[in-house]
């Protein structure tokens, strides 16, 4: 019998046309969590096994996967990649070989985006990309499922994204273009989101009518935003790069005066962790307009979302 090709989740690009469904299947599934403590009644994948590797630290992403998986039924295996072969030199491809054999999914947190899809070109099961130096898909559902909460559309508003054109920005820079709402992102000369990246956006932008831009100034960024956006200056496997990016970055932070600049009451998005007093100030991250915790509990509900998408059907 021909079996349909698996789909994978590693660029938020792979959501495609289905991605306004899967953040309003998002919204759904939250309002029914509210009221059962957050299991599905049917628990569609009982039986179903998830692996997840990550070869960084994860707060959000390892808790909200865990999480979603026991309220679809499914059973979570968290493995650090130290303690996997992997981490002794068995290949990414006899690893993804083997797990498909146990396993229905893989979450995987990985250095390289170049290991995420050679993970999922040899795995038979989907693959989810939980964070990369490339893309965080699964965090820029997450956000723009809260825009939606916030707004209740994308069309005519503007995000802004300030600081480091990282792999946050780089997924929330297609989201934005696949959903039609404005994005400019502020970066320092040498740290703008790859070219590969804004090149895409752009095409993307032409067929859903918004704008896409990349500039250097905080300022003019937020000027008319609905919602100003910030991550980490140093980015996780970047560390050396601490001391030389505080300084590159220091013009960059989110500051009570900068989000004056904005549309009032636009609101303050961060993927989290953050770090106080660096790229945010706390008055701001803390204050009336930040829906940052919105966000990290939209992973939660999102990641079902991903995961009902992904496994539906699934008959390994
Ligand atoms: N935002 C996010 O992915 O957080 P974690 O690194 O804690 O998973
Ligand atoms: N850009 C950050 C996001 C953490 C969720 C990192 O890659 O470390």
């Known amino acids: 019998?021909?079996?349909?090709?698996?789909?994978?989740?590693?660029?938020?690009?792979?959501?495609?046309?289905?991605i306004e469904a899967l953040i309003n299947n998002a919204l759904k599934l939250k309002n029914e969590?509210?009221?059962?403590?957050?299991h599905m009644k049917s628990r569609p994948f009982r039986g179903k096994q998830v692996a997840m590797i990550f070869e960084k630290h994860s707060t959000r992403t390892r808790v909200s996967f865990e999480v979603a998986c026991d309220h679809l039924g499914c059973n979570a295996i968290f493995l650090g990649s130290g303690e996997l072969q992997l981490g002794r030199g068995e290949s990414i491809e006899d690893?993804?070989?083997?797990?498909?054999?146990?396993v229905d999914c893989i979450v995987y947190r990985a250095f390289e985006d170049a290991a995420v899809r050679r993970l999922a070109a040899a795995a038979s099961v989907p693959v989810i990309n939980a964070l990369d130096d490339m893309e965080h898909p699964c965090q820029a559902l997450a956000d723009m499922?809260?825009?939606?909460?916030?707004?209740?559309?994308?069309?005519?508003?503007?995000?802004a994204y300030v600081g480091d054109g990282n792999n946050v920005c780089n997924s929330l820079m297609l989201a934005c273009a696949m959903l039609g709402m404005n994005f400019t992102?502020?970066?320092?000369?040498?740290y703008e989101p790859p070219q590969s990246i804004s090149q895409l956006a752009a095409s993307i932008s032409m067929d859903t009518k918004c704008r896409m831009e990349i500039i250097e100034d905080p300022k003019l960024a937020v000027k008319g935003a609905d919602?100003?956006?910030?991550?980490?200056?140093?980015?996780?496997?970047?560390?050396?790069?601490?001391?030389?990016?505080?300084?590159?970055?220091s013009?960059?932070?989110?500051?009570?005066?900068?989000v004056s600049g904005a549309k009032p009451g636009a609101i303050v998005m961060h993927c989290l962790p953050a770090h106080r007093g660096q790229e945010i100030t706390a008055d701001v991250i803390d204050g009336q307009q930040s829906v940052?915790?919105?966000?990290?509990?939209?992973?939660?509900?999102?990641?079902?979302?991903?995961?009902?998408?992904?496994?539906?059907g699934s008959t390994r």
């Open 145 to 159: 499922m809260t825009i939606k909460e916030k707004f209740g559309k994308y069309r005519g508003l503007k995000m």
């Open 185 to 190: 992102a502020a970066c320092p000369h040498g």
């Open 227 to 249: 919602a100003i956006y910030t991550d980490v200056w140093t980015s996780m496997g970047q560390e050396k790069e601490a001391n030389e990016r505080e300084k590159v970055f």
């Open 251 to 258: 013009a960059y932070q989110v500051n009570r005066e900068l």
């Open 95 to 102: 690893t993804g070989i083997v797990l498909s054999r146990y």
């Open 1 to 18: 019998m021909l079996r349909a090709r698996k789909q994978d989740f590693i660029s938020i690009v792979d959501a495609g046309k289905k």
């Open 292 to 312: 940052v915790f919105e966000q990290a509990e939209n992973r939660l509900h999102t990641e079902k979302a991903v995961l009902l998408w992904l496994l539906k």
């Open 33 to 38: 969590a509210r009221s059962r403590s957050g």
